[in-house]
T-cell receptor, first 113, second 113 residues
Framework: KNEVEQSPQNLTAQEGEFITINCSYS?????LHWLQQHPGGGIVSLFM???GKKKHGRLIATINIQEKHSSLHITASHPRDSAVYIC???????????????FGKGTHLIIQP | EPEVTQTPSHQVTQMGQEVILRCVPI?????FYWYRQILGQKVEFLVS????????KSEIFDDQFSVERPDGSNFTLKIRSTKLEDSAMYFC???????????FGPGTRLTVT
């Protein structure tokens, strides 16, 4: 069974700060997702990674498969980035359509103006 | 841009009643999922569905739960006899064949009283 751990659980920062959220997992994966959940509850997919690094606007996601670790970075953070950021993985034990994701508990990020 | 839709957005039901939560996945997607999130907890996988059958289900998905794709567009989750502990946000997701990225619906908040 894959365990997904995120840190920190809560993070409050000032507008403009560089933000890093970490995710580690216990078994091999075929894909890792970074998701964003706003107070209304809806979930938005930010990135899907299987190796290396991806960048979208001010968001950067990296993954180190050997170390079983991923990071989500936000540059020039803004109050509208305030949300819960969730890491979720698809285990390599899954095959075909059997690919339900295992989720971390999320990191609650607040960016103060 | 195509999106996953879910209805209703909020459902209130009495303990012991049957509920059906509805999802319309993105039209060319072939893999479908249900997840749930109890208030204050992490998102949990319930079931995945492909080619008109369940591909994988979690321990949570017991005999009280069932899924169906009654026509070419809807994907439903039925809870036969609701319990208080079924109160949660239920998310539907879908993905296209050959890609890992899952697209999430906005969720249905189920409240069992």
């Amino acid at each position: 069974k894959n365990e997904v751990e995120q840190s920190p659980q809560n993070l409050t920062a000032q507008e403009g700060e560089f933000i890093t959220i970490n995710c580690s997992y216990s078994v091999g994966i075929s894909a890792l997702h970074w998701l964003q959940q706003h107070p209304g509850g809806g979930i938005v997919s930010l990135f899907m990674l299987s190796s290396g690094k991806k960048k979208h606007g001010r968001l950067i996601a990296t993954i180190n498969i050997q170390e079983k670790h991923s990071s989500l970075h936000i540059t020039a953070s803004h109050p509208r980035d305030s949300a819960v950021y969730i890491c979720a993985v698809r285990s390599t034990l899954s095959g075909g359509g059997a690919d339900g994701l295992t989720f971390g508990k999320g990191t609650h990020l607040i960016i103060q103006p | 841009e195509p999106e996953v839709t879910q209805t209703p957005s909020h459902q209130v039901t009495q303990m012991g009643q049957e509920v059906i939560l509805r999802c319309v996945p993105i039209s060319n997607h072939l893999y479908f999922y249900w997840y749930r999130q109890i208030l204050g907890q992490k998102v949990e996988f319930l079931v995945s569905f492909y080619n008109n059958e369940i591909s994988e289900k979690s321990e949570i998905f017991d005999d009280q739960f069932s899924v169906e794709r009654p026509d070419g567009s809807n994907f439903t989750l039925k809870i036969r006899s609701t319990k208080l502990e079924d109160s949660a946000m239920y998310f539907c997701a879908s993905r296209v064949a050959g890609a890992h990225e899952q697209y999430f619906g906005p969720g249905t908040r189920l409240t069992v009283t």
